[in-house]
């Protein structure tokens, strides 16, 4: 028996050998030489990439990976004996490079050997590309549109967790697949509520058209699917589509607010680490129990060891913060640990290792880690570019602001010393845009209206941070703390040097909204305009606005329309969408 355990630096793709137990080197007489010595190294110097592509080795750790994967398979794809069974006999998961090379007799030749095997997935020339798009887009061109035409190329399978369905597109896309085959399931917020009452709800419309629907016990905030995924081995996620965002499948979203949505293909490790997450939260789900003819599906079991290490890939997820239960009546669930902050402290982490700019447009600013961040990163260097666009919702004035710091002073005079009651009090979603403008931290808010309601809201609902204009973190995490604490949600990092066109992308979105209606109408004429018209619309295309500005069309409009101080229209503004002073 012969015992290695080494670890490596780098290499360009892999990094960071996992911990390895000891290695069986297993010689059969019948087999020949082995053209690779006992120590031979395809990994030289740290670094494997100069005689294999990126596609090559993030595939042949798929295939070594996989758990129907053996000795005889590997000599089937003309991997040498020795290796082979070397490989096998090892019974556990590389995640590097580097780990593969240390079994004995596993050296250049043997990773040539297995290159020559994956190579089928390495030679269509769309390895790990993307599109990226945003919201509002017109019928035809929307990210709706787009996932359409993606469940309608399904031919095998697709894995969805959806906040909201709601668009006609994507219903009739879903029913038309699994009326060809497709197994589809959903795990879809909706559902939580739906199962009390379903005759007649999208759950049942959904399950009625073939679709598997679950639900879990807590809010599931997620906007990802994935389409012709890994259902029986992991080198079928090199061919499945993927994609991700902020924006749920809704005419509203598609059309009037302002989302992203990334499509992916050929990128399985991206593509396993969110079937990995999606397989979790459906073995813990509940059924919606309407259409008894669909049956409950397991898919391939997906361990973190499986997927090959990038260390550039990342992919946070709120599900970190909760740990799995049953209820006796209820079946299986979530259940939150108290202090969980494990994408929060991952996006603090990128606020302070900021060097040169700080770009946030998020629908909500009510973390204070996030807050906190921003105003120290400002305090400490006042010349970081740090700028905030949010959606209108997060204003707050002067006075509301100090009744939110009295409110928490109580609250943790109330706590009397409890640790856990005083985090709580800290974390109870507080608005802070009045503190990031106290503190000269630039800031805009995304303007439509006087007053908010969500009928005729244009929201801001991105929810994406650019660290340096080489970094993007977008996904469906809101930036409070009932998205780290209450909600299933995803952040992923995208990295210039992996996602180019995704981070450039992105950069441009956050310049085009950051001036969003100033190019038409200069606030100060949009302004001047309202100040002497006879008739002021309450609701308008969108502008961005700084606190200052928006303060000030606010007194402008209660100062001209007193009957925005009506009962009236407190109990429904969406029946006064102008005013005649």
Same mark, same amino acid.
């Given at each position: 028996m012969l015992a290695t355990c080494r670890r490596f630096t780098a290499i360009v793709l892999l990094t960071t050998a996992v911990a390895c137990g000891d290695v069986v080197d297993v010689h059969h007489p019948s087999d020949d030489p082995s053209p690779d010595a006992v120590d031979a190294r395809a990994v030289v110097g740290g670094k494997a990439d100069h005689l294999f592509s990126e596609c090559h080795l993030e595939h042949l750790l798929l295939l070594v990976n996989d758990p129907q994967t053996d000795a005889d398979l590997l000599i089937d794809h003309d991997v040498h004996h020795r290796a082979a069974?070397?490989?096998?006999?090892?019974?556990?998961?590389?995640?590097?490079?580097?780990?593969?090379?240390?079994v004995p007799y596993v050296?250049? =030749?043997?990773?040539?050997?297995?290159?020559?095997?994956?190579?089928?997935?390495?030679?269509?020339?769309?390895?790990?590309? &993307?599109?990226?798009?945003?919201?509002p887009e017109p019928p035809g061109n929307s990210h709706v549109d787009h996932v359409a035409r993606k469940i309608n190329g399904a031919t095998r399978s697709i894995d969805m967790a959806m906040y909201r369905i709601s668009d006609h597109r994507v219903i009739n896309a879903l029913g038309d697949a699994t009326a060809r085959g497709v197994h589809i399931r959903l795990l879809f917020d909706e559902a939580n509520g739906d199962h009390l009452a379903t005759e007649g709800s999208t759950s049942a419309l959904l399950e009625d058209l073939g679709v598997d629907v679950r639900y879990i016990n807590r809010p599931m905030h997620h906007k990802f699917a994935i389409i012709d995924g890994p259902r029986d081995h992991l080198l079928q996620a090199s061919d499945a589509r993927f994609f991700s965002g902020s924006a749920n499948m809704a005419y509203a979203a598609a059309s009037i607010y302002d989302e992203? &949505? =990334?499509?992916?293909?050929?990128?399985?490790?991206?593509?396993? &680490?969110?079937?990995?997450?999606?397989?979790?939260?459906?073995?813990?789900?509940r059924n919606l129990e309407w259409n008894d003819g669909l049956d409950y599906l397991e898919s391939l079991p997906i361990e973190e060891e499986m997927i090959p290490h990038r260390p550039t890939m990342e992919v946070l997820f709120t599900s970190e913060n909760f740990e799995t239960t049953h209820h006796a009546h209820w079946g299986p669930g979530f259940r939150p640990h108290p202090f969980g902050e494990a994408v929060v402290s991952r996006l603090v982490e990128l606020i302070h290792g900021a060097d040169s700019s700080i770009w946030i447009a998020s629908r909500y600013l009510r973390s204070r880690q996030i807050a906190e961040a921003l105003l120290q990163r400002h305090n400490d260097e006042p010349h970081l570019d740090i700028r905030v666009y949010l959606d209108q919702a997060e204003y707050i004035d002067a006075d509301a602001h100090l009744e939110q710091a009295e409110e928490l002073q109580n609250c943790l005079d109330e706590a009397d010393g409890d640790e856990l009651r005083k985090y709580r009090c800290r974390e109870r979603g507080r608005l802070f845009s009045y503190a990031l403008f106290e503190a000269g931290v630039p800031l805009r808010f995304k303007t439509y209206a006087y007053r908010w309601h969500f009928t005729y809201a244009e929201q801001m609902h991105h929810k994406?941070?650019?660290?340096?204009?080489?970094?993007?973190?977008?996904?469906?995490?809101?930036?409070?703390?009932?998205?780290?604490?209450?909600?299933?949600?995803? =952040?992923?990092?995208?990295?210039?040097?992996?996602?180019?066109?995704?981070?450039?992308?992105f950069v441009k979105n956050f310049r085009?909204?950051?001036?969003?209606?100033?190019?038409?109408?200069?606030?100060?004429?949009?302004? &001047?305009?309202?100040?002497?018209?006879?008739?002021?619309?309450?609701?308008?295309?969108?502008?961005?606005?700084?606190?200052?500005q928006l303060t000030e069309f606010q007194d402008l409009v209660e100062s001209r329309c007193p009957m925005v101080h009506t009962d009236e229209f407190a109990a429904d503004p969406t029946e006064y969408k102008y005013c005649t002073p």
């Open positions: 069974r070397n490989i096998d006999a090892a019974d556990r998961s590389f995640r590097t490079a580097e780990a593969l090379d240390e050296g250049p =030749v043997a990773f040539q050997q297995l290159a020559g095997a994956v190579d089928p997935y390495c030679s269509q020339g769309d390895w790990r590309s &993307t599109d990226t798009l945003f919201s992203n &949505t =990334v499509f992916h293909r050929r990128d399985p490790s991206l593509v396993l &680490t969110f079937q990995r997450q999606f397989n979790h939260l459906w073995e813990h789900s994406y941070m650019i660290i340096d204009k080489t970094l993007a973190a977008t996904g469906s995490y809101n930036y409070s703390n009932n998205a780290e604490q209450n909600s299933m949600e995803n =952040v992923v990092l995208y990295h210039r040097h992996e996602y180019p066109d995704v981070v450039d992308n085009q909204i950051w001036q969003a209606g100033q190019m038409d109408h200069p606030p100060q004429d949009w302004m &001047t305009h309202k100040e002497s018209a006879q008739t002021i619309d309450l609701v308008f295309d969108p502008i961005a606005l700084t606190w200052p």
